[in-house]
Nanobody, 122 residues
């Protein structure tokens, strides 16, 4: 059982950077895989990035690979998504997610944050 709260979204211009944070509480953070998803208007929720419990394994969807970096600081019970070179098509509500386990996964997450809006203007 874990609770997640995202922060760091906002309105930026194309080419700018943002870092999203996901604060976790409830259980030992290193025992949970975490990931980031996003949902744009009229589209289904999409996997963006995932990270293993230790932080040693990561996975990215093709559209963000090389621009976004997922990381975690287990001592702070916090996960991050560093977003560089933002594009208008990155505009979406971004959600943090977690599941008990250690290996990075792209689906089947059990716990979800409330979401934070990222808007990228051209």
């Amino acid at each position: 059982q874990v609770q997640l709260v995202e922060s760091g979204g906002g309105l930026v211009q194309a080419g700018d950077s943002l870092i999203l944070s996901c604060a976790a509480s409830g259980r030992t953070f290193s025992n949970y895989v975490m990931g980031w998803f996003r949902q744009a208007p009229g589209k289904e929720r999409e996997f963006v990035a995932g990270i293993s419990g230790s932080g040693g394994g990561t996975s990215y969807t093709d559209s963000v690979r090389g621009r976004f970096t997922i990381s975690r600081d287990n001592a702070k019970n916090t996960g991050y998504l560093q977003m560089n070179g933002l594009k208008p098509e990155d505009t979406a509500v971004y959600y943090c997610a977690a599941r008990r386990g250690v290996r990075v996964i792209t689906n089947s997450y059990d716990y979800w944050g409330q979401g934070t809006q990222v808007t990228v203007s051209s």
